[in-house]
């Protein structure tokens, strides 16, 4: 079992930076692929970006591109995501999913995650 805690949202000016962190507790978890996503008011949940469980494979959707990075700390059972040149449209709920893989690759669809976390509120003012 893998609980997730979301922390390090917050309100924003537009061209700023946040960084979110994803803590998980539970030992497979260095064994997890994480992927954040993300659902605004009226919307569905969307992809954001995704990490194989070495970290060595990364995945963004491409409005994020150039401007968000993903990462890990295994030892410290935490994954991040680095959020730069903010933008008002990137206004929304974040939240940090995670499975276990047997393999060194990325997740992309909502539904390959078996773990959530309850979100954190990212707001980008312009």
């Known amino acids: 079992q893998v609980q997730l805690v979301e922390s390090g949202g917050g309100l924003v000016q537009a061209g700023g930076s946040l960084r979110l962190s994803c803590a998980a507790s539970g030992r497979t978890f260095s064994r997890c692929a994480a992927g954040w996503f993300r659902q605004a008011p009226g919307k569905e949940r969307e992809f954001v970006a995704a990490?194989?469980?070495?970290?060595?494979?990364?995945d963004y959707t491409d409005s994020v591109k150039g401007r968000f990075t993903i990462s890990r700390d295994n030892a410290e059972n935490t994954v991040y995501l680095q959020m730069n040149s903010l933008k008002p449209e990137d206004t929304a709920v974040y939240y940090c999913?995670?499975?276990?893989?047997?393999?060194?690759?990325?997740?992309?669809?909502?539904?390959?995650?078996?773990?959530w976390g309850q979100g954190t509120q990212v707001t980008v003012s312009s």
């Open positions: 990490i194989s469980w070495t970290g060595g494979d990364t």
């Open positions: 999913a995670a499975v276990w893989s047997l393999r060194a690759i990325t997740y992309l669809q909502a539904n390959e995650y078996r773990y």
